[in-house]
């Protein structure tokens, strides 16, 4: 099939979970289809640098430039303030693209694709601003997460005019996200709850593709030593959730495990790195930040545990599933770890609240047999659940779905 994919974001670096996701999924399906990708893209160098990742499995990359921070956005609200005053969220309108629209009338115009398929809500609005006469019977929806929920659980942890203005967006993004779903021929969920959420809310054909990881690439490299007290934070630290994650962790939890470990360390792994989690870092000598890591692997095998205390968010974290095989234990709240097949005390230890989340922390470092059944077990849930390869045969039963009608 020749299809076009509308991405939210240029596929590399891969620096952060949906960044992945569409890349690995890119580079498997190529095999069998003609790609095309369509994507705003915020770095031209990054452009210029990483293009020739995917050369081998596009036939056509075209990169519309986007402009991050807070005078990108104020530049957009002004282009389009009458679709913010008749009720589309913020979050959307902060991707809307005139030129991406253009982009994608001319590729449409230019090109028979059988098939569309949209990365992320936000870039819906683009295909049905473009007039595809086709989305109902060609067109796949790929949601990372149930949009709306992730902006309720940021104003259930926000306080006075914030909490407001998140609960503004939540009920605007569900109300916005239900009815550009129903829109599309099929809509992919990354699981089982995301789906049923989905279900629920009157979208008629929903499958479920999820996340997953690469498990060969990461057992072949080199096995450091463990790192003896070592915690590991891993994560995109533009993404709203991630930042409230290691605020939260640095706060109320970090130094509940200080009290029983002193010698404990915390590496945080991502990039950009905020002025405000400079500030908290630097109130814990034993906290090193280390901005984006090209490879990530050797320092995730090297660390003891990898923390996953998420209290916003939705989808499933490709974190859990990259420590799971990498061979290092992991601690996560609920909804870190939600969506995906795993069990408690077999597979990762899953504590809510700053005491649970420490105490379970302060448990594996002090029991290492614990802590080697668990990611004994976790290892072979990744090998036989979430390699790739497998998750890649199920989106192409989509493709195949939409190809017989």
Known sequence: MKVLIVSMAFPFPLKSGGRIRVFQLIKRLAAHHRITLLCLAESRADVERYSAHLAPYCERVETVPWRPGLLGLLGRVLAAWPQLVFGVPLVVLNKRSPELVWRLRTLLREERFDLVQIEWIQMAQHVHQ??????????????????????????DVSRGVRRWFWRGEARRMRAYEEAMCRRFARVVAVSRDDAAKLLAAGVKTVDVVPNGVDVAHYREAPRPEKAPCTLMFIGWLRHGPNVDAILYFLDEVYPLIVRELPDVRLVIVGSPISSAMRRAAARRPSVELTGYVPDVRPVLRAATVSVVPLRVGGGTRLKILESMAAGTAVVSTSIGCEGLDVEAERHLLVGDGPDAFARCVVRLLREPELRAGLEREALALVRARYDWSSIAYTMDQVYRAIEKG
Do not use: F, I
């Open 130 to 155: 473009a007039d595809w006469p086709s989305l109902a019977a060609r067109g796949v929806l790929v949601e990372h997460d149930v949009a709306w929920l992730p902006l309720q659980r940021q104003a």
